[in-house]
């Protein structure tokens, strides 16, 4: 069986949880869910199935010192460092010429660095199903039984569960999906969320981008030379900044035949923003969920996060209130998704 | 003419203002309208009228020390400590032992230290016809012309006015109003609000609390002769302890005649909580009100105190949000007089 190594991937903006994210800290470094940030708790939850030695840790340049201090156990030399973003096909195409290096018969497992998982054994459970299947798939892909037609993410279609457990064969890839077709999704029972979560033989990922997204591919096979290499450095950027900006959902996975999807034994959800943590974290009887101090008094379905003293919320309802880094946000939970336009009042700098 | 001294009161609790006030940094000590606390305001609103020499401070023991930090100009034997609080009559009558010590002529201007003042020239000059009817009066109450009917303020019915600017000649006093009593006391014309700023000669009012509360005044006699020794402290705190405990206003300028009333030609607020901030502070477009750096965004109708960084407040209305020494209140506006229940539930630290 080929070894298993990790790719943790750690793009991403700041603007969905300000004032406790922002571009310089964005959602992977803030400990969103409790006091370990999110690329930690990802970092610890991959432990039980291979070393800090064996995980990659794929980052923005602007991130890299952040990233080193909150990830003191993974090797320096395993900060895959992108010059600029190019989305996730390029990011893993990049992160597969890294691991052949040291592993030509290496398989990759790519991991976001902000999602919430609830339970870390079943999540290890069921990476190692994914580990299973492998052998006999193109790549695997990890998907989460949706309980709410939700529009906010890719959904997955797999041919009708056979046993209970087994991992399915995957049909094909569904796009952010209008209310509607969400509900239908729900309903029909064989579709999934796709939680963004690949496993790769990493040899046949770098086949599988030479045959669907050869400009990548090329670009790519021009930098394999570069890595590595200090006087290399401009060369390396202008030849990634080139690449096109493509995810490898649609890049490669959607094109692929002879998936495999493995549901997801474990609770998951990508937090995609403050009204994610009424899913992550636990209610008080009045359905208020909090992280740091609160108290709450006629209040309800309230949702407090603090890195300071006291949040108080009194005779009020389904509002998200924040406090971090010594600045405040109040708005209602309904309104959460739309946080881009307070950023845009906030002004360049973020902060006022 | 004789001589005007002033006596800042600043007692009372530190309830309505959390987190930003807490019992041992109430509502005089706190920077509530602006940079400078409410009780520096008031000295300084103070000083065109008298020097700091002839202003006294009326303070708890468990003031002391931070009162003389915000007012360094007032010398240190102006502050007059009450062992524990005994209410205005007591107030009044220990401080007045104060002033007839260092001036048995002299008049006595009394001034809580916790009201909101919109314009200093004017206070000045209305304080200026109080001490020109002085003369004229037992003493002098400045009243204030309602401008809704609050029920939250005691009223003063005067001779109906005669010609405009005039000093006026009290009816009677009446306690808080409901609200159907409020609208007649508005729409008759002849009701104050009570300031709660008196002007007496220093003799009438020891005179007065002699005829109206001889109680009171034997133990102010009693007090007299231990006034600044430090061996009688002790003697002094068992007497002040037995003072009855009852408002200037109830215990003596009810029963009083020959009462005249001042109007103010100020806008004024005694500030009971943080929704009085929205009568005292400038809107923006939106009616919201704000101290500290604050972004609203589809918001309407709130109040944002911030000791710290912005406060944004996103599709929301009529909410208070503060936050104050690290702690997040948020409120409806017109949950603001109920702020009490908030810090039973606090805990008894008031922090959590």
Redesign the interface.
């Known amino acids: 069986m080929p070894r298993l190594y990790a790719v943790i991937m750690a793009g991403g903006r700041g603007e969905r949880f300000?004032?406790l994210s922002t571009d310089s800290m964005p959602k992977p470094f803030i400990p969103l869910l409790g006091p370990r940030t999110l690329i930690q708790q990802t970092v610890e939850r991959l432990l039980p199935l291979l070393p800090p030695g064996r995980m990659f840790i794929s980052i923005g340049e602007a991130h890299r010192e952040i990233a080193g201090r909150q990830l003191p156990q993974i090797p320096p030399e395993n900060f895959i460092v992108e010059p600029v973003g190019r989305d996730t096909a390029a990011c893993l195409g990049f992160c597969a010429l890294h691991i052949e290096r040291r592993d030509p018969d290496g398989s990759m497992v790519a991991v976001p660095a902000d999602h919430y998982i609830a339970d870390a054994k079943a999540y290890c459970r069921t990476l190692e199903k994914g580990v299973d299947a492998l052998p006999r798939a193109t790549g695997v892909v990890f998907g989460i039984r949706p309980n709410r037609p939700e529009t906010g993410y890719g959904y997955i279609q797999v041919e009708p569960p056979g046993s209970a457990g087994a991992d399915l064969s995957v049909l094909r890839f569904v796009e952010k999906p209008d209310a509607v077709r969400a509900r239908e999704y729900v309903a029909a029972g064989s579709y999934y969320w796709n939680s963004g979560i690949f496993l790769w033989r990493n040899r046949t990922l770098l086949a599988l981008l030479h045959e669907h997204m050869p400009e990548l591919y090329l670009g790519l096979d021009a930098l394999r030379s570069l890595i590595g290499r200090d006087e290399a450095r401009a060369e390396l950027q202008r030849i990634f900044v080139a690449l096109p900006r493509i995810s490898i959902d649609f890049g490669v996975a959607e094109k692929t035949s002879g998936l495999r999807l493995v549901p997801a034994e474990f609770a998951w959800d990508d937090i995609g923003n403050w009204g994610a943590l009424e899913r992550a974290l636990p209610h008080d009887d009045a359905g208020n969920v909090a992280l740091g101090?609160y108290?709450a008094?006629?209040a309800r379905g309230c949702i407090t996060y603090?890195d300071?003293?006291?949040?108080?919320?009194?005779?009020?309802s389904d509002?998200i209130?924040v406090?971090a880094?010594?600045?405040?946000?109040?708005?209602?939970k309904d309104?959460a998704a739309?946080?881009k336009?307070?950023i845009a009042?906030?002004g360049p700098d973020g902060?006022?």
Chains 1, 2 share one sequence.
Do not use: H, M
């Open positions: 300000w004032p101090q108290v008094l006629d603090s300071a003293g006291t949040i108080a919320t009194f005779g009020v509002l209130v406090q880094l010594g600045k405040v946000l109040v708005c209602p309104r739309e946080l336009r307070l009042a906030l902060a006022v």
